[in-house]
Structure formats: structure tokens, C-alpha cells
């Protein structure tokens, strides 16, 4: 897919683990794991929006396109 999920770099940018963050956003740290290593094939916005306000950041802070990678589909 070419979606790279950034949530690792935003992590490590806050000094945030991925508990604290699931438990800011309300959703298990398993869902935010999937969500985090790129195999999640949807967000919801209002989770978007959780993790936006959790982190403190924009969704293309997180989010990233990128053409050049072939999908694995």
C-alpha cells in the first residue's frame, strides 16, 4: 500500500509508549499496534482525530503517501 503510517516517529517524538498512547486514544494497544506497523486497512476519522489530539500533531504527521511502494494487494 502506498500509506505509511508514521505513528511510530510521532511516538518517539513525544517520548510517548504505545500504552500511554492507547489509553489516551481508548483503543487497545493490539488495534494501535496493527495501525502503527501499516497492516491496518482502514481509520476512522474520529480515531485519526484521537490520535491528532493525543499527539499533538496533524493526520500528515502521521499519515504519508507514497507512490514509489508497491502494494502487497
Known amino acids: 500500500m502506498a500509506i505509511i ?3 511510530d ?13 492507547a489509553e489516551k486514544v481508548g483503543i487497545s494497544a493490539v488495534n ?7 497492516k491496518a486497512r482502514a481509520v476512522r476519522f474520529s480515531t485519526l482525530d484521537a490520535l491528532c489530539r493525543a499527539l499533538e500533531c496533524q493526520p500528515g504527521d502521521i499519515l504519508e503517501y507514497s507512490p514509489d511502494i508497491v502494494s502487497e494487494d
Do not use: F, P, Q
Open 32 to 38: 494501535l499496534s496493527i495501525l502503527k506497523t501499516g
Open 9 to 21: 516517529v510521532m511516538l518517539a517524538r513525544r517520548k510517548m509508549s504505545l500504552g500511554e498512547l
Open 5 to 7: 503510517v508514521n505513528v
